[in-house]
């Protein structure tokens, strides 16, 4: 039985992450990394202790959770593969030049530097890729900042062990004391979020809990970034050309995606755009109708869903396709979309989705134009659609972080070019991602040296550049030595 982080607890751990902070920003980037890989060795050591646990406070299936295990361990193992190449610093100089016009410009040395100790709010959904060992701890960590996580209440014993074996390997690697710490209680998390120590928080989550979070943040005495990722609807818009080359393999991909998870993945489409006549009905019912019912990963969730559902039943417009078994599939035309978009785009995490029927390409484009931002948007489409498509896309990108040809948006590939973030309110920082090599660049500030003496510079920024790591001089890569 776990219980609130008392007082005198928070205070202990935020006192710890502070003084860490110093020496965390200080390690060498090869040394912070065999840090790092020491966690991803020893959550994969314990995966066998760990899912358990997991599956017993999360309903979810085994399989499932050891893939998660290897994504977290993976990602922690890329952003160790990144400290020491250099990218995740972000070198850049810019060597003295007598000639330059309009005048002449002084040796320039710019780095990332971490921002001091981030404040992490576990997500529900994703116990191990989004939680204590998820992609905001791991970048943090790779970025030099000590981590507080404040753990999930729906699976608070796997909190409590993931971090005590991430804590054990980091103090056997021979990181600082306080580089980890776990809190929890709501109000603890609040209270940690206000205070002076915590230098920026990462949340996934529910849009009303992350704007609240995301006020306090930014109306502290001395306000600090919050990366919160909310919510999102991922619409899929599917052309005629698709419908008759693929229509069958459509409805049972966009089925599988909805219901993936039992509908709590942040990326599940929950709409999906078709021309009207497409005659995939029969199909779509029929692929709900076979989704077998599961549990949801906590009562919590299991009733704002249940909520959800009985208050989406009850918008004028809506005609239910199929319900019962695991799956609800409701049915809805561009017109009635948009006199009643307040109720209809509305976010309802489960499996739940709704088909929307288009007349025309403009009221294609008009239900496009009525989302907000989102994670994610997905155009199903032929060749033969080029010209059509280059009128969508655009409309896309301009409201979501991902945009996929042909596809379905759940799964997140863990990369160097992922972007996993979008305009609100799916995020409140669109310019960031929380999945990928580059989420470490919240948690990351640039400073520039002007002048400076090589033997007072970080030792990534100095002339033989002694750790050979790649860095842009004068405009170009490179490894070599840097003559001033």
Same mark, same amino acid.
């Given at each position: 039985?776990?219980?609130?982080?008392?007082?005198?607890?928070?205070?202990?751990?935020?006192?710890?992450?502070?003084?860490?902070?110093?020496?965390?920003?200080?390690?060498?980037?090869?040394?912070?990394?065999?840090?790092?890989?020491?966690?991803?060795?020893?959550?994969?050591?314990?995966?066998?202790?760990?899912?358990?646990?997991?599956?017993?406070?999360?309903?979810?299936?085994?399989?499932?959770?050891?893939?998660?295990?290897?994504?977290?361990?993976?990602?922690?193992?890329?952003?160790?593969?990144?400290?020491?190449?250099?990218?995740?610093?972000?070198?850049?100089?810019?060597?003295?030049?007598?000639?330059?016009?309009?005048?002449?410009?002084?040796?320039?040395?710019?780095?990332?530097?971490?921002?001091?100790?981030?404040?992490?709010?576990?997500?529900?959904?994703?116990?191990?890729?989004?939680?204590?060992?998820?992609?905001?701890?791991?970048?943090?960590?790779?970025?030099?900042?000590?981590?507080?996580?404040?753990?999930?209440?729906?699976?608070?014993?796997?909190?409590?062990?993931?971090?005590?074996?991430?804590?054990?390997?980091?103090?056997?690697?021979?990181?600082?004391?306080?580089?980890?710490?776990?809190?929890?209680?709501?109000?603890?998390?609040?209270?940690?979020?206000?205070?002076?120590?915590?230098?920026?928080?990462?949340?996934?989550?529910?849009?009303?809990?992350?704007?609240?979070?995301?006020?306090?943040?930014?109306?502290?005495?001395?306000?600090?970034?919050?990366?919160?990722?909310?919510?999102?609807?991922?619409?899929?818009?599917?052309?005629?050309?698709?419908?008759?080359?693929?229509?069958?393999?459509?409805?049972?991909?966009?089925?599988?995606?909805?219901?993936?998870?039992?509908?709590?993945?942040?990326?599940?489409?929950?709409?999906?755009?078709?021309?009207?006549?497409?005659?995939?009905?029969?199909?779509?019912?029929?692929?709900?109708?076979?989704?077998?019912?599961?549990?949801?990963?906590?009562?919590?969730?299991?009733?704002?869903?249940?909520?959800?559902?009985?208050?989406?039943?009850? *918008? !004028?417009? #809506?005609?239910?396709?199929? +319900?019962?078994? $695991?799956?609800? &599939?409701?049915? =809805?035309?561009?017109? %009635?979309?948009?006199?009643?978009?307040?109720?209809?785009?509305?976010?309802?995490?489960?499996?739940?989705?709704?088909?929307?029927?288009?007349?025309? *390409? !403009?009221? #294609?484009?008009?239900?496009? +134009?009525?989302? $907000?931002?989102? &994670?994610?948007? =997905?155009?199903?489409? %032929?060749?033969?659609?080029?010209?059509?498509?280059?009128?969508?896309?655009?409309?896309?990108?301009?409201?979501?972080?991902?945009?996929?040809?042909?596809?379905?948006?759940?799964?997140?590939?863990?990369?160097?070019?992922?972007?996993?973030?979008?305009?609100?309110?799916?995020?409140?920082?669109?310019?960031?991602?929380?999945?990928?090599?580059?989420?470490?660049?919240?948690?990351?500030?640039?400073?520039?040296?002007?002048?400076?003496?090589?033997?007072?510079?970080?030792?990534?920024?100095?002339?033989?550049?002694?750790?050979?790591?790649?860095?842009?001089?004068?405009?170009?890569?490179?490894?070599?030595?840097?003559?001033?």
């Amino acid at each position: 039985m776990t219980r609130d982080t008392t007082p005198a607890e928070l205070e202990q751990t935020l006192a710890d992450a502070a003084e860490a902070a110093v020496p965390l920003a200080a390690s060498a980037p090869a040394v912070r990394a065999g840090w790092i890989r020491a966690v991803a060795d020893a959550l994969d050591a314990a995966s066998g202790e760990l899912v358990p646990i997991a599956q017993r406070e999360t309903s979810l299936p085994e399989a499932r959770l050891k893939g998660e295990v290897g994504r977290s361990s993976g990602q922690l193992r890329m952003f160790a593969d990144a400290l020491e190449a250099g990218p995740l610093l972000e070198v850049i100089i810019d060597t003295a030049d007598a000639a330059a016009k309009p005048v002449p410009r002084p040796d320039l040395r710019r780095v990332l530097v971490p921002l001091g100790p981030v404040l992490v709010f576990a997500a529900s959904n994703f116990p191990f890729a989004f939680s204590v060992c998820g992609g905001d701890t791991a970048s943090a960590l790779a970025a030099g900042c000590p981590v507080i996580v404040k753990a999930h209440p729906g699976h608070p014993e796997l909190s409590v062990r993931t971090a005590e074996v991430m804590i054990e390997a980091l103090t056997a690697a021979g990181a600082p004391a306080g580089t980890l710490g776990l809190i929890q209680g709501y109000d603890v998390g609040v209270t940690a979020l206000k205070d002076a120590r915590i230098t920026a928080a990462g949340f996934t989550g529910s849009v009303p809990a992350g704007k609240a979070l995301h006020e306090i943040a930014v109306t502290r005495p001395e306000p600090i970034p919050f990366y919160g990722e909310l919510g999102s609807l991922n619409p899929v818009f599917v052309t005629q050309a698709a419908i008759d080359a693929r229509g069958k393999d459509i409805a049972s991909g966009y089925v599988g995606s909805y219901t993936l998870g039992v509908g709590q993945f942040c990326t599940k489409p929950g709409l999906l755009f078709l021309p009207a006549g497409h005659g995939l009905q029969e199909q779509l019912v029929e692929a709900t109708g076979g989704v077998a019912a599961a549990t949801m990963l906590n009562e919590r969730i299991a009733e704002g869903f249940s909520s959800g559902l009985d208050r989406l039943r009850k *918008v !004028d417009g #809506l005609r239910v396709w199929s +319900e019962g078994g $695991g799956a609800t &599939l409701l049915q =809805t035309t561009v017109g %009635e979309l948009l006199a009643r978009s307040d109720e209809i785009l509305e976010e309802c995490f489960g499996p739940v989705s709704i088909v929307v029927e288009y007349a025309s *390409v !403009d009221e #294609l484009v008009a239900g496009i +134009e009525a989302f $907000g931002g989102n &994670l994610t948007a =997905t155009l199903h489409a %032929e060749d033969a659609d080029a010209s059509l498509a280059a009128r969508l896309v655009p409309l896309l990108t301009a409201r979501a972080g991902r945009v996929l040809w042909n596809g379905w948006p759940t799964g997140v590939a863990v990369s160097w070019a992922q972007h996993h973030g979008g305009p609100f309110p799916s995020t409140v920082g669109s310019i960031h991602t929380s999945v990928g090599v580059t989420a470490a660049r919240r948690f990351q500030r640039p400073v520039a040296y002007q002048d400076a003496p090589d033997a007072l510079l970080p030792a990534v920024l100095q002339d033989d550049n002694p750790a050979g790591m790649s860095r842009r001089v004068n405009g170009t890569v490179t490894t070599a030595e840097v003559s001033r």
